[in-house]
T-cell receptor, first 113, second 111 residues
Framework: ETGVTQTPRHLVMGMTNKKSLKCEQH?????MYWYKQSAKKPLELMFV???????ENNSVPSRFSPECPNSSHLFLHLHTLQPEDSALYLC????????????FGPGTRLTVT | GENVEQHPSTLSVQEGDSAVIKCTYS??????FPWYKQELGKRPQLIID?????GEKKDQRIAVTLNKTAKHFSLHITETQPEDSAVYFC??????????FGKGTRLSVIA
């Protein structure tokens, strides 16, 4: 176990549904990330949070809404998704004020029907 | 911003042969270069990393080399085994910035 957990591991949702992905890190890191992984773009950075503040939003559509209530928890709220949003969503954490490893969670496999 | 290019996108080798994956980066201020391995259905995991004050680092069958002048770094796997089959990602950062990943290399080791 790497210390980064994600729930749920699998999610199937319709285009009109609202759901949330959860990530938790137990490593004392100060930065957390959401990545989208698909066949077309293997590791696409979506959002970066540093000490709970969002520092990067890589042109992600508004149907994805991140939330970082504290430095250990990260959410990705989903609403009115499209089938092309089906992918593996990976959470990661790291210590941004020192050079070092970024730890990934196991991911949530999302299917939008 | 940083841009990382990775080649090849797919690589097939015979078991026991060596595999080499190459990456280039654009930002000369980048100083940290990790390599991640992602097995099918699993999360990416760090296998080796190198900092800009070092030219080469080795850990058993894997090694990484860094050429700061040319801004490229490479992963070398010797005596490949079927369990080395996976997708490998290179990345670069300035330490206090998020990692920028390459597009990955799918390595297949044929028994």
């Amino acid at each position: 176990e790497t210390g980064v957990t994600q729930t749920p591991r699998h999610l199937v949702m319709g285009m009109t549904n609202k759901k949330s992905l959860k990530c938790e890190q137990h490593l004392g890191h100060n930065a957390m990330y959401w990545y989208k992984q698909s066949a077309k773009k293997p590791l696409e950075l979506m959002f970066v949070y540093n000490f709970k503040e969002q520092t990067e939003n890589n042109s992600v559509p508004s149907r994805f809404s991140p939330e970082c209530p504290n430095s250990s928890h990260l959410f990705l709220h989903l609403h009115t998704l499209q089938p092309e949003d089906s992918a593996l969503y990976l959470c990661a954490s790291s210590q941004l004020d020192s050079v070092g490893e970024q730890y990934f969670g196991p991911g949530t496999r999302l299917t939008v029907t | 911003g940083e841009n990382v290019e990775q080649h090849p996108s797919t690589l097939s080798v015979q078991e026991g042969d060596s595999a080499v994956i190459k990456c280039t980066y654009s930002d000369s201020a980048s100083n940290y270069f990790p390599w991640y391995k992602q097995e099918l259905g699993k999360r990416p995991q760090l296998i080796i990393d190198i900092r800009s004050n070092v030219g080469e680092k080795k850990d058993q069958r894997i090694a990484v080399t860094l050429n700061k002048t040319a801004k490229h770094f490479s992963l070398h796997i010797t005596e490949t085994q079927p369990e080395d089959s996976a997708v490998y990602f290179c990345a670069a950062s300035k330490g206090n910035t998020p990692l920028v990943f390459g597009k990955g290399t799918r390595l297949s080791v044929i028994a």
